[in-house]
């Protein structure tokens, strides 16, 4: 089975290489000043004289569609970009260039590039969100002789959707802490599982009020043991939440202390879960602020 | 004092369901509220009030202004999501039994398909700086981002209490696209499912399957309660409104009440339940129709048990035997459920619930004199009983 | 100059400010927005503008050449890239040679800034007569 995205590439790909695209100015000194200039390369090779030479690493500069440029029709990276923009893929990044120089260009010479797709890769998950990695080959000619070539590849993502590994700061959905419940929170920094107690009564989620309605209490907190069973549990597949890799195991787990708390069971095989399962807190720090409770496995 | 048979639904409308309208979220809201008006035989100058979800869109003055509605005496809102569908009406009836409005329009209208998706991780429900993002704050963080996953939690707590399975769930999804299959408006029309492909779906929260989920839909659905009296002058066959309860139970949470000791319950609705009993003084078995709001499979099952049509834990055998088929013991969604028909929020139940005792449904219960109808589960609810005139 | 395996470039400090993010992007003929307008930047899910890759090309070549000479012929340049540059940072290249043959050596470069791995490349190079 392939996907239309999957479909799409095949047949760009199997287009072959676009027609040449020529370059809006031949070489010249001007361009090459300005780049210079911006990059702060004093190479004297590229400096106005008999023997000047343009940058190689401007080869791509010459064929850029510029600033009110549109893509050729028979260029397969455009067609790709246009049915991944399609399928909500709408970010663009660049993540490799790998440009081989046959010789250096001189002021005068005007290039033509020519593009082919050499392949779709995904829908792969990154820390920018779901996409797919697009290499295309190009390759530029003076006349018939070619004197340069580059596989490009961009990431073209879906924003947003970024998951990475769980202590990915961005991509977490953070907690909104209250006046009541910030003590759970600063345990967590410090690797304690705090449950807050009102004279002998435990209580998680903690809250303002104790059972009794006795407004003069004040309330306190326990550190938890950390040790206790699955009392119930999923396991998630989809969509993708942010800062989780699917499939993740949520557990609703009874404490020794009798009240349930809710964490990420890490590192389980979904097949080992199951009701009853002993687990001990774990702690996944996500930046000086944020540390999300958890729970493993208990050997 | 009693609600009771005090107020009616004399008009329904709706849009066409679909997975992107095209169009405004107003656009939809005035389109099903025209067309409820006109069902009802009135104009929008009748209209003096409006109900609907603190979750909808579209502010009363827009859904006025749109239809040239020229003044209101009285807006509300019911919040907590799916829960307030059948409060809505309850809000609308007590405006009606109470003098406070004439004619009042509950709706709900939304691209929640082509939109804001309810099934993705919404970042906002994390973040909101109220007591409910605090209570966020101990689930959202750690994965349980989602409503089928909130779900899927309590899900295998019933399954291993009750020794339940996945077909258990499944079996209310096969009647629900049975029933959607022969509607025409249901966007499952023509596709019904077996046991072996419900099975065969993929995984969206392991205990549940994708075709335990209910769909995503655009569309808007709107009722129009008045008074029972002015309902019996107006074109179409009223439908009393002879019990409304809304009800949220102890250790109260949205979608996450995990902390009560019970947790393979839906305790919230049999507060709902036994109000209902008690305002209609009818018996489970006085119930033609139930209309239960099937956003998730096993809450189906459970609510069941809340409402007393069969023992606690004995959903699963109740569903076996063909109960819930059209011509079973309690014939369910015939218009195909939120799995079937469309997710509006459970406003198309409702107008399901009318159509029955009109006799206009397409799947139509032979002689349905009373319609048990509910909103959304796993959190504040709400619940109808009506009744044919 | 006399190459050896090991030998260690002297690092270049690059400034991204805005004025060079924006004026090598224009330089390079790169009209995307993400690296002119911060605005836009920022709605497609960026901190800021951030440098272009036609820009990390650029700058590894100047790298290399700087330490290399005006003599040395770049053959090719393969980049690849981790973090983004955003405006404001401070992009700090270090390589090393990681291969020679003859008149031919291979450099391997790294690009740092605050977030991390900007940049990882290597860059072949031929110097007349410069192999050892």
Not at chain 1, 227 to 245: A, D, N
Not at chain 2, 246 to 268: C, F, K, N, V, W
């Amino acid at each position: 089975m392939s996907t239309p995205i999957e479909e799409a590439a095949r047949r760009i790909a199997a287009q072959g290489e676009s027609r040449p695209r020529l370059a809006r100015d031949p070489v010249n000194q001007a361009m090459i000043n300005n780049w210079v200039e911006a990059m702060g390369d004093a190479n004297p090779r590229y400096a106005p004289g008999e023997d000047t030479v343009a940058p190689p690493a401007m080869i791509q500069a010459w064929t850029m569609p510029g600033l009110h440029g549109q893509r050729a029709g028979d260029d397969p990276l455009g067609a790709m970009m246009s049915i991944l923009d399609d399928a909500g893929y709408t970010s663009v990044v660049a993540t490799n260039s790998e440009q081989n120089y046959h010789r250096y260009l001189r002021p005068g010479e005007h290039v033509s590039a020519t593009n082919r797709l050499e392949s779709v890769a995904g829908p792969k998950r990154t820390a920018l969100g779901e996409g797919w990695f697009v290499t295309t080959r190009t390759t530029w000619y003076v006349g018939d002789e070619v004197v340069a070539d580059m596989l490009f590849r961009v990431l073209k993502f879906r924003p947003g959707g970024g998951t990475t590994a769980a202590a990915e700061p961005a991509a977490v959905l953070r907690p909104v802490i209250s006046k009541d419940t910030e003590f759970f929170w600063e345990g967590t920094r410090l690797g304690e599982l705090r449950i807050q107690r009102w004279g002998d009564t435990l209580r998680h989620p903690p809250g303002p009020m104790p059972p009794d309605g006795d407004l003069d209490a004040k309330p306190g907190w326990v550190v938890a043991r950390g040790t206790g069973t699955v009392y119930s549990y999923l396991v998630h597949h989809h969509p993708q939440v942010p800062g989780k890799r699917t499939p993740f195991v949520v557990a609703l787990v009874e404490l020794d202390e009798g009240v349930r708390v809710l964490g990420e069971l890490l590192d389980a095989s979904p097949d080992e879960v199951h009701i009853g399962l002993p687990v001990e807190a774990a702690f996944v720090r996500v930046d000086d602020e944020l540390t999300l409770p958890a729970w493993k496995v208990r050997a | 004092m009693t609600l009771s048979g005090k107020a009616a639904i004399a008009g329904i409308g709706a849009t066409e369901f679909s997975k992107d309208s095209g169009r405004s979220e107003l656009r939809l809201a005035a389109e099903c509220v025209s067309a409820a008006v006109r069902d009802a035989g009135l104009t929008p100058s009748d209209v003096d009030g409006l109900v609907t979800f603190t979750m909808d869109g579209n502010a009363e003055i827009a859904v006025a202004r749109e239809l040239g509605i020229p003044e209101l005496s009285f807006f509300s809102r019911i919040h907590y999501g799916g829960g307030a569908a059948a409060a809505t009406v309850q809000q609308a009836a007590m405006a009606v039994a109470t003098g406070m409005a004439d004619v009042v329009v509950a709706y709900r209208a939304f691209n929640e398909r082509s939109g804001m998706r309810f099934g993705q991780v919404s970042s906002a429900a994390a973040h909101q700086v109220n007591t409910s993002g605090v209570d966020n704050s101990f689930h959202y963080p750690m994965g349980l981002a989602t409503p089928a996953a909130t779900v899927a939690l309590v899900a295998q707590r019933y399954l291993h209490t009750y020794g339940a399975t996945s077909e258990d769930f499944g079996r209310v999804a096969v009647v629900d696209r049975k029933h959607a299959a022969t509607n025409p408006d249901a966007w499952f029309h023509g596709k019904p499912i077996t046991l072996a492909e419900h099975q065969a779906s993929r995984w969206v929260a392991e205990p549940l399957h994708l075709l335990d989920c209910c769909q995503e839909s655009d569309g808007g659905v709107a009722l129009v309660v008045t008074s029972a009296e002015r309902a019996r002058d107006l074109p179409n066959p009223p439908a009393l409104i002879t019990a409304a309860a809304q009800g949220s139970g102890p250790g109260q949470y949205i979608m996450t009440s995990y902390y009560r000791d019970d947790l393979a319950a839906l305790p919230e609705m049999g507060v709902v339940g036994g109000q209902l009993w008690r305002q209609s003084g009818l018996a489970r078995s006085d119930i033609d129709v139930a209309v239960l709001y099937d956003h998730f499979t096993p809450y189906v099952l459970m609510q069941l048990e809340e409402l007393g049509f069969c023992g606690r834990g004995e959903a699963k055998d109740f569903v076996r035997d063909g109960a819930l088929e059209l011509d079973g013991a309690l014939p369910l969604n015939p218009h195909g459920g939120q799995l079937g028909e469309a997710y509006i929020h459970g406003m198309n139940g409702i107008a399901e619930a009318v159509r029955q005792l009109r006799g206009t449904a397409v799947n139509q219960v032979g002689g349905a004199a009373n319609v048990l109808v509910t909103a959304g589960t796993g959190v504040p609810t709400s619940g109808l009983i009506l009744t044919a005139a | 100059m006399s190459i050896t395996v090991g030998t260690e470039l002297p690092p270049l400090t690059i400034e991204a400010t805005p004025t060079f993010v924006i004026s090598t992007a224009l330089a390079t003929r790169d009209f995307q927005d993400v690296h002119h307008d911060r605005d836009s930047a920022v709605a497609r899910g960026s901190k800021d503008i951030f440098l272009n890759i036609l820009t990390d090309t650029g700058l590894v070549q100047r790298f290399v050449t700087d330490w290399a000479g005006p003599e040395a012929f770049v053959r090719s340049i393969r980049i690849r890239l981790g973090v983004p540059c955003y405006a404001g940072d401070t992009l700090t290249f270090t390589g090393r040679v990681t291969a020679c043959e003859g008149d031919d050596a291979e450099i391997t470069v790294t690009a740092t800034d605050s977030l991390g791995e900007h940049v990882t490349g290597t860059v072949r190079i031929t110097l007349p007569g410069g192999g050892s």
